[in-house]
């Protein structure tokens, strides 16, 4: 019974090390990752409280996918001939590199990278919802050759969370893109510290803080087109409160020149006065001392 188990687990062993020593070994997918324009990338938590990137439909979505050859056959390093490039979505649409096909492949030297592009149209949100942040799958294929016929000998594949950290796709409305761009503007001015001087500015910029929380709490919602409305409606009562201050500067700014230019007028005229006395008095001092030497003196 001993030598029987003895000799099955050698087998085995054997069966194992054969397996190795022949099975191939898959090629490296890299980090890929996305490059603008996108509307979006990083946590959303507005909207999708997820880690996405975010392009808007009919714009150029570009994704960048590195592959490093470790490929082997037993202890042979070899190169690969890559074919296709691809990125399927789970809205059921696939999009390749246009650098490969099968009839001409791409071939990497063992250890060398390629870093292969896939670009496409950014699909109509009634292609893909932009309810939600969609998943997705990169795969590489390689063929046996580069020239003549051709089969494929692998493919690898790279799922959206392969990597840390992991950026789903999000589909955005072009409601829904201007609107993010809106209110990210408008946090960055409704974080300073801003003192109004009339009441007609302080009124305008409340109006404008509230308009600007509606229209998030829209967004919040899914209400991409009302959120778009009201939140330019913050932006242009922001614009109404910044002018009624401006008008009030230069309002009081032409009182102080009107005032200056009056005082500028009455103190010249006091000075001509004033000259005018200094003079009298001088052509009195004058008089009288004429006066007083013509005078005969008393006996």
């Not at 949100?125 to 969609?134: D, E, R, W, Y």
């Not at 510290?193 to 600007?212: I, R």
């Not at 919040?220 to 500067?249: C, I, P, W, Y």
Request: negative net charge; glycine residues 6%.
């Amino acid at each position: 019974m001993r030598k029987k188990l003895a000799v099955l687990f050698s087998l085995v062993l054997a069966t194992l090390i054969s397996m190795l020593m022949v099975s191939p070994a898959q090629a490296h997918i890299e980090r890929f990752y996305w490059v603008p324009p996108y509307v979006f990338k990083g946590y959303d938590n507005y909207f999708y409280h997820d880690d996405i990137v975010g392009y808007e439909t009919g714009t150029t979505a570009s994704l960048k996918i590195p592959v490093y050859n470790d490929y082997h056959v037993g202890p042979d390093y070899r190169p690969i001939n890559v074919s296709a490039v691809k990125v399927e979505f789970d809205w059921g649409i696939n999009y390749t590199s246009a650098e490969v096909s099968e009839t001409s492949p791409v071939q990497i030297a063992p250890f060398e990278r390629h870093t292969f592009t896939i670009s496409f149209t950014v699909p109509l949100t009634t292609v893909a919802s932009n309810a939600i942040a969609h998943t997705y799958t990169i795969h590489v294929e390689h063929v046996n050759a580069t020239t003549g016929p051709k089969n494929i000998v692998d493919t690898w594949s790279r799922d959206w969370d392969h990597y840390d950290p992991a950026y789903k796709f999000a589909v955005f409305s072009a409601d829904q893109a201007d609107a993010l761009e809106l209110y990210t503007e408008l946090s960055a001015v409704f974080e300073i510290d801003l003192e109004f001087d009339t009441a007609k500015g302080k009124v305008l910029w409340s109006e404008a803080v509230m308009h600007g929380s509606i229209g998030m709490s829209h967004y919040r919602s899914g209400k991409f087109t009302e959120a778009n409305a009201t939140l330019h409606t913050a932006s242009d009562l922001v614009d109404q409160a910044f002018e009624a201050e401006d008008e009030r500067g230069s309002k009081l700014e032409d009182a102080m020149i009107n005032y200056y230019n009056a005082a500028v007028t009455e103190a010249y005229a006091w000075l001509l006065f004033g000259l005018g006395m200094i003079l009298i008095g001088i052509g009195a001092i004058i008089y009288a001392a004429k006066y007083t030497a013509k005078k005969p003196k008393a006996a």
